[in-house]
């Protein structure tokens, strides 16, 4: 995906002209709104870059945040067949975050800011990952719910305005798919399984619902950032009408799977063609934005740790690197 | 200053017979480590045959700025294309 070393977009862009400068913003509004796509050495308003700048970075250390609620299972998965999906996941999941700092990199953004950006505790990710996963189930209900509400939210992402993030979203699309089913599949075993194991796939559900219900972000009335998203074709659908879609294609599925979603209004509305769902318990939402999620600490101690654990090798590359730049100039 | 490794761009061949096709770029030291990289980040599924590493600061691009006049000669020689001709429908096989 194009690099920001291939020159700096903003660079041409006539700041002391105000009213250029407007008609610039207007010439990048209609090609959004034509559904044209926006490519990285193309001129761009500074708020559209810096709002992309934003959303691809938290998505892309959602991802690599990602790897770790389900990474400390590999260790433990219940077969060998189960530990191989689960390592492929999890490599998908470092995978998407590549490709989206790649993209957010075509903005002028540099890898090492964000990195420091997600180590010192000041990016964003997705609240969902600060929650503990502490049974095998977990593991399922990953895959079944916070996998299948990522897929909600990537798809029309396939469609966004700026070239490099729909790319990225289209490849991560194709492969979170895998990650759904591998998911659906483990809670299908469990479910079918012995009473305790079907428990333990009832108190995953319990806990994953609502944490993923809040996945497609707070109400659209207390949405700040949606008009501008869907102005400029950042956004394609509204956090409510996503969730109402999950909730619509989730409830038959744990209803085949013989669980029960934790939601006493849940029903089905005849007139509405759609369920009718409980209230959201918004409080918890913030609260876990603010970093006071369950695990919110740990999450952050071990990317650090992770970090620090691997200088050694990136200082070994480094040095092999220059060996050889010195050999070749000898 | 960035203690980022450089960037390169990364080429897949999907299969012999097509030609390498940008997917996106990886960091690395040196070249060796970019194949490596963009082999783990780009082809976990069978997605090629071959790779191609470049560095991204070694690519000269056109500025789509310019991308009208740059582009417009091409536009306006119709000439260079088959339809351009009107030939009566009795002649076959043109």
Same mark, same amino acid.
């Given at each position: ?119 010192? @505790? ?70 079918? @399984? ?137 | ?41 780009? /082809? ?38 088959? /339809? ?11």
């Amino acid at each position: 995906m194009y690099t920001p070393e291939l020159g700096k977009p903003g660079a041409a862009a006539p700041v002391s002209r105000r009213g250029e400068a407007r008609a610039f913003v207007a010439a990048v509004a209609a090609r959004v709104a034509a559904d044209e796509f926006i490519e990285p050495k193309d001129w761009m308003p500074e708020a559209y870059r810096r709002t992309l700048i934003r959303q691809i970075s938290q998505h892309a250390h959602s991802e690599i945040v990602g790897m770790l609620p389900e990474g400390n299972w590999i260790s433990r998965a219940p077969s060998l067949r189960r530990k191989a999906v689960l390592l492929a996941k999890v490599q998908d999941e470092g995978g998407h975050g590549l490709y989206l700092y790649c993209a957010a990199e075509t903005l002028g953004a540099s890898r090492d800011e964000m990195t420091e950006a997600l180590l010192a @505790g000041k990016a964003k990710y997705s609240t969902i990952f600060n929650y503990p996963t502490l049974t095998w189930a977990d593991i399922g209900a990953i895959g079944w719910l916070v996998d299948g509400a990522a897929i909600m939210n990537q798809v029309p992402l396939q469609r966004t305005s700026y070239g490099p993030y729909a790319r990225a979203m289209v490849r991560v699309c194709k492969e979170e798919s895998f990650h759904q089913r591998q998911g659906f599949e483990i809670m299908m075993a469990m479910a079918n @399984g012995t009473p305790e194991q079907k428990e333990m796939a009832q108190d995953a559900l319990n806990r994953w619902w609502w944490p993923s219900l809040m996945m497609f972000g707070p109400p659209d009335a207390d949405s700040p950032n949606s008009a501008q998203g869907f102005r400029w074709r950042i956004k394609r659908d509204s956090n409510d009408d996503l969730r109402q879609k999950f909730v619509d294609i989730t409830t038959p599925q744990a209803e085949f799977l013989g669980l029960t979603v934790p939601d006493a209004d849940l029903r089905w509305d005849a007139d509405r063609g759609h369920y009718d769902f409980g209230a959201i318990d918004w409080e918890e939402f913030y609260a876990v934005v603010r970093g006071e999620g369950p695990v919110a600490k740990e999450r952050m101690e071990a990317r650090r740790e992770a970090w620090e654990d691997g200088a050694w090798v990136r200082e070994a590359a480094d040095a092999y690197e220059a060996k050889r730049q010195a050999r070749a100039a000898a | 200053m960035s203690k980022d490794w450089p960037l390169w761009e990364v080429f897949v061949r999907m299969r012999g017979g097509l030609s390498h096709k940008h997917v996106g770029s990886v960091h690395a030291p040196d070249g060796e480590l970019a194949v490596r990289h963009a082999r783990d980040v780009y /082809t976990r599924r069978l997605e090629g045959v071959s790779l191609w590493v470049v560095k991204s600061a070694d690519i000269v691009a056109s500025d789509p700025a310019q991308a009208g006049p740059l582009f417009e000669p091409a536009e306006s020689k119709v000439y260079r294309h088959p /339809t351009f001709y009107d030939i009566p429908d009795v002649v076959k096989h043109i």
